[in-house]
């Protein structure tokens, strides 16, 4: 049977008939699952705001992230420093923090000036907040769409096929879950040097993939012994159609929450990672100021208090947000989607 | 049951292969960072032609082999128990593990006691008034403890205590629960906590909604029917079949509490396994590296085993399907 003839069959008996997408129709789903789960609702605007902070960074920061504020020196003594312009010697005879005009604004506490105070280094703490959005999102983001898409692929080809392939692609499952997944993301950065954001993400979408293969399997599990299935091989579809046009649609519920949830599980894991000080050493990153704002203490705690509190609601969205897309989307998942970070 | 148990067993080793496997060539991608920095070490100025030194470091630490040579020897050293030498100390890799495990086994099984402690009877009661305001009280302390990052909880705790001064906490010395048992529950009660709270509100969720599942079955209402008190019908029926899944999110949390554990043994200066592990990999010292990821590695193959064999153990449909 030619792949026409079967595109025809599946035509008349599979595909309900078109319906046109209306903007409006999308806008009442979107109320009725913020009427029916407010906890979800509540979880969606949590990531909105994040995404809108993300993409509005350069528009909302107040200074340049990386710029050092410096202040008046209480110490500097004007009479000495001009002195020891003519003699360099009383330089040896007066402790050094006399002779500067500013220091760096390291410590200084919520003021108008800097919402958040400074860190360490004098920098703004909030416009390095607002940046440290976008790390969380692309890092977040990234690593789940690379974990969806090999999970999707091997976690269907195991359970459709079976046998070997399955017993073989179980067993490397296996494999990566046994690694604690925090020291197998140590073990793939060593791998190259000077670790980016990039290569952080990779890492935690490969680490994740198991995660993703063992909800995927468990799906096509259950879609292939459904009837359409069997109809499909029986009028001719080879297995990569039946694969792609009738089992991967029907996976596709499962396979969106354990996206929205996994999400969060890899925001933590990266702020886990710049926290113990193996993130991308040039990015800006929740996890690395919780770690920077505990050198403030017991001056300032501001820090690590915005810094973590900002993970908390982000993974807190997504965590909310997929627990309801679970509810309606498939019941029957409740439980099950944990990534294990 | 026996063969079940057979079947079980015999899977996992392949999977111990694999590991050594993935952890031999993890490691072995980048071999030259030791010799460098060791070379650097020794040649603080540089300049001079270091081949030979090279060449001479390589040798003396067995990795001038070509690496189908070495993975073999690696792979007939671990049948052999021999897990290598650290390249700085030239001691066995094991010897440092052991230094490492009294202090990681003390913080995994305390904060295992509060995960438990704190999430199994609050997902019961949460369960018994579901939906008063007990129950979302609790609710949303679980939910916030899955969301929150387990060392911002450390951190903040930490910073409780500096700030209001309420006990010194000896962050050098790190002293063990049988060296000084007072000292020793003042450092590692905080991590204890902020993990166990982390990933015991996992379990407690888990706990809650398998009780409320359990609670609407049949035999639950035969139990009340019967006459029976609520002491009874909640801990002799129900809890004990809420409990089968939780087995394996408590299997999940034990296996995970390593994880958890690199980063509070960073954050509050634990000379544990975790923060050996990191050491070794900052100074690429590949033999140590590679006995810790396999050892850690093991043990959490035969946790998960033995919460495989326990769950077909106490739910007998399991282990006939």
Redesign the interface.
């Known amino acids: 049977m030619t792949t026409q003839n079967v595109a025809r069959l599946e035509e008349q008996y599979f595909r309900p008939p078109p319906q046109p997408v209306r903007p409006l129709r999308a806008a009442r789903a979107t109320r009725n699952f913020m009427v029916q789960k407010p906890l979800g609702g509540f979880g969606v605007i949590l990531i909105a705001v994040v995404v809108l902070v993300a993409f509005l960074a350069p528009f909302i920061q107040r200074y340049d992230p990386d710029e050092v504020f410096s202040r008046d020196n209480p110490d500097y003594d004007a009479e000495l420093a001009e002195k020891s312009l003519e003699d360099r010697s009383i330089r040896f005879l007066y402790p050094p923090e006399k002779f500067e005009k500013t220091v760096v604004a390291s410590v200084d506490g919520i003021s108008a000036g800097h919402w958040l105070g400074t860190d360490t280094a004098g920098r703004d703490v909030y416009s390095r907040m607002v940046w440290g959005a976008q790390l969380s999102l692309l890092v977040g983001v990234g690593a789940a769409i690379i974990a969806i898409g090999f999970g999707l692929f091997f976690g269907i080809i195991s359970a459709y096929f079976g046998g070997w392939v399955d017993m073989l692609i179980q067993?490397?499952t296996?494999?990566l879950q046994?690694?604690?997944?925090?020291?197998l993301l140590?073990?793939?950065l060593?791998?190259v040097?000077n670790a980016n954001k990039y290569h952080m993400t990779i890492a935690l979408g490969i680490v994740g993939i198991a995660a993703v293969i063992r909800v995927v399997r468990s799906a096509v599990l259950r879609a292939r012994s459904e009837l359409y299935v069997e109809a499909a091989q029986v009028i001719g579809a080879t297995d990569a159609r039946v694969m792609v046009r009738h089992i991967l649609p029907n996976i596709m519920a499962p396979t969106i929450v354990i996206f929205t949830i996994s999400i969060?599980s890899y925001i933590?894991a990266e702020?886990?990672l710049a926290?113990?000080?193996f993130g991308d050493p040039a990015a800006i990153s929740w996890?690395k100021m919780?770690?920077e704002?505990?050198k403030l203490?017991?001056a300032s705690?501001t820090m690590?208090?915005v810094s973590?509190?900002a993970?908390?609601?982000t993974?807190?969205g997504f965590?909310?947000a997929g627990d309801a897309l679970r509810d309606v989307l498939d019941p029957r998942m409740?439980?099950a989607g944990?990534s294990?970070? | 049951m026996g063969r079940y148990a057979l079947r079980r067993t015999l899977?996992?080793i392949?999977?111990i292969w694999?590991?050594a496997t993935?952890?031999f060539f993890?490691?072995n991608?980048?071999p030259g960072?030791f010799v460098a920095r060791r070379i650097a070490q020794q040649n603080p100025a540089g300049g001079e032609d270091t081949t030979a030194q090279v060449a001479q470091i390589k040798k003396d630490l067995g990795i001038d082999k070509p690496i189908a040579e070495r993975y073999t020897r690696y792979l007939w050293d671990v049948v052999r128990g021999d897990l290598g030498e650290s390249y700085r100390s030239r001691q066995p890799a094991i010897s440092e593990f052991k230094r490492g495990a009294p202090y990681t086994i003390q913080l995994s099984l305390m904060m295992l006691v509060v995960a438990l402690a704190t999430s199994v009877p609050i997902g019961i009661i949460s369960a018994l008034r579901q939906d008063s305001l007990v129950d979302y009280v609790l609710r949303l302390l679980a939910?916030?403890g899955?969301?929150?990052?387990?060392?911002?909880i450390g951190?903040?705790l930490?910073?409780l205590v500096?700030?209001y001064e309420l006990w010194t906490i000896d962050l050098i010395n790190s002293p063990l629960l049988w060296e000084d048992p007072l000292r020793s529950l003042q450092l590692f009660i905080l991590p204890a906590v902020a993990g166990g709270f982390a990933s015991g509100a996992?379990i407690m969720r888990?706990t809650r909604?398998q009780m409320l599942e359990v609670l609407r079955q049949d035999y639950i209402r035969t139990a009340w029917a019967k006459g029976l008190r609520e002491r009874v019908v909640v801990v002799r029926h129900a809890t004990k079949n809420a409990m089968i899944?939780v087995l394996t999110a408590i299997g999940?949390t034990v296996?995970?509490l390593?994880?958890g554990n690199?980063?509070f043994e960073?954050?509050f200066n634990i000379p544990g396994v975790g923060n050996r592990?990191?050491t070794a990999?900052t100074e690429?010292d590949v033999p140590v590296?590679q006995a810790f990821?396999l050892i850690?590695?093991?043990f959490?193959?035969f946790v998960?085993l033995a919460v495989d064999l326990l769950y077909g153990w106490v739910d007998p449909r399991i282990r006939l399907s």
């Open positions: 067993r490397l296996d494999t046994a690694f604690p997944a925090l020291i140590l073990l793939f060593q791998v040097e969060g933590v702020s886990s926290f113990i000080g996890g919780v770690n704002g505990r203490f017991p705690y690590s208090l973590g509190g993970i908390t609601l993974v807190l965590n909310l409740r439980g944990k294990g970070f | 899977v996992n392949p999977v694999l590991i993935l952890v993890a490691t991608v980048l960072d939910i916030l899955v969301a929150a990052p387990n060392f911002w951190t903040m930490l910073l500096v700030r996992g888990l909604s899944p999940l296996a995970g390593l994880s690199v980063v960073y954050l592990i990191l990999i690429r590296v990821v850690i590695a093991t959490v193959v998960n």
